[in-house]
């Protein structure tokens, strides 16, 4: 018997008894629906962990420290391990390493018209550069002279001279304009804190230097992400306006050897490690950890709190299995019954010469087609409810903080819904169909 008149007898069978069938098509609509919301949910739930996690910085760098950088170095007897470009040197030949950026910090007086504030200004590299994304201006050229990148909430930091209030004291922004205006910058803060304190003995205060704006990180003043509150600027340019300035004497910050004297070369306060992949995150940093250096990353907290999610998709998906099952054991109640009405007719096919597994396969494919209509209707109602619960309750903002769907129902998902579905009723359906396949053909037609 061809497959297409199995189909039909087995479509025309189910819709002779349209209740019976409606109501077991009505339990795998309910048992797909929920698995589907309670794995979507899980689903959410974590793509949302993943996109708070990647507003506070790139998953993929790993941010490494000296282990000796708050040691003194006159009490050691050994030489500190220092970040200097050659460490950073044998970073960058590390497997699964695409760049190592420096991290030099330089803390200094920010001044325009009568507002003013303290900040730190980080150098780094200009891959470090073209990673941050800007609102306003554009990325300072490699090489050329030294140009700042301001935060988009910088600007809430700058006070008053005179009356010493700011943002958080009145409400009101500054007047301070970091694209159209000059921005005066003190870099050696020794000398300004001496000037401030007054007397004959009194030094003049530090050179103020102007400096060019290159960029603002786009957002609102009050919008949060890894670079808002932060200044960058190339590390060249840095190096070269920080020995400009400071000459023979020791530049803050920077280390000195056993006799007191400053080294030859720069010493970074930490630097970045750019990775391929984020599956590679943590091998590259324990390699790095073994070198005797600090290193973290976003994935140390995601792997904990990816294990968290996944007990709460299991959970989720477990609960929504349980009206699955329930309505495998519909299914099978449906097909036994279909067997006893129609034993008769199982008893005439036998007798006529069908195929012992074309009767089985009659009653798997009408356990088959039910399992097939609940699913398509089941995942179609998902759909409606993920929309509802990502469109008007707000259940991502309320639950994790972060804008986004709680819901999510990727493509294999949908797919998965409803081939699961159609294997879960023909399992149903499968020991039925054997009991039909051993019915004797006499004891059937007699059977009223």
């Not at 304009?177 to 004959?200: A, L, R």
């Not at 359906?429 to 037609?445: E, Q, T, V, W, Y």
Request: one cysteine or more.
């Amino acid at each position: 018997m061809r497959f297409l008149d199995l189909l039909s007898m087995s479509v025309n069978n189910l819709r002779r008894r349209k209740l019976r069938t409606a109501l077991t098509v009505l339990g795998v609509i309910i048992g797909v629906a929920s698995v589907v919301i309670m794995v979507s949910l899980g689903i959410g739930l974590n793509q949302l962990m993943l996109e708070m996690y990647s507003s506070y910085g790139d998953m993929t760098t790993i941010s490494v420290y000296s282990n000796s950088r708050y040691m003194d170095a006159a009490s050691s007897d050994s030489e500190p391990m220092y970040l200097t470009d050659e460490v950073l040197e044998q970073f960058k030949h590390l497997d699964h390493v695409d760049g190592v950026s420096p991290m030099l910090s330089c803390y200094v007086l920010f001044k325009q018209g009568l507002y003013e504030t303290t900040v730190d200004i980080t150098g780094v590299s200009q891959e470090y550069l073209e990673k941050i994304p800007l609102g306003q201006g554009q990325i300072p050229e490699e090489g050329g002279p030294m140009k700042l990148i301001y935060g988009n909430c910088v600007i809430q930091w700058f006070r008053n001279s005179k009356t010493g209030e700011g943002y958080w004291e009145t409400q009101k922004l500054p007047d301070v304009d970091f694209m159209n205006k000059p921005m005066f910058v003190i870099f050696d803060m020794d000398s300004y804190y001496q000037s401030q304190g007054g007397g004959e003995n009194a030094p003049k205060p530090p050179k103020k230097y102007m400096i060019e704006t290159a960029g603002v990180v786009e957002g609102g003043v009050d919008e949060y992400n890894s670079y808002a509150y932060s200044v960058y600027t190339e590390i060249e340019g840095l190096k070269a306006q920080l020995k400009q300035i400071f000459k023979k004497k020791p530049i803050p910050n920077q280390p000195t050897n056993k006799k007191g004297k400053p080294y030859p070369y720069f010493i970074y306060d930490n630097a970045v490690v750019f990775v391929d992949d984020m599956a590679n995150v943590t091998e590259v940093q324990k390699v790095i950890s073994d070198m005797g250096y600090q290193a973290n990353s976003q994935m140390e907290w995601i792997e904990q709190s990816q294990q968290t999610y996944d007990i709460i998709q299991m959970v989720l998906g477990g609960i929504g299995a349980i009206s699955l099952f329930v309505a495998a054991i519909g299914i099978a109640n449906t097909m036994m019954m279909s067997i006893y009405e129609r034993t008769k007719e199982i008893g005439v096919i036998k007798v006529l010469g069908c195929d012992m597994g074309n009767i089985r396969n009659m009653f798997l494919i009408e356990s088959g087609f039910i399992g097939f209509m609940g699913g398509v209707i089941g995942l179609s109602i998902s759909f409606a409810v993920s929309y509802a619960m990502n469109n008007f309750l707000g259940l991502g903002q309320a639950m994790m903080g972060v804008d986004g769907d709680i819901s999510r129902i990727p493509l294999w998902l949908a797919a998965s819904a409803v081939v699961f579905a159609v294997f879960v009723g023909m399992a149903a359906g499968f020991f039925p169909s054997l009991r039909a396949m051993k019915l004797s053909p006499l004891a059937a037609i007699r059977n009223e």
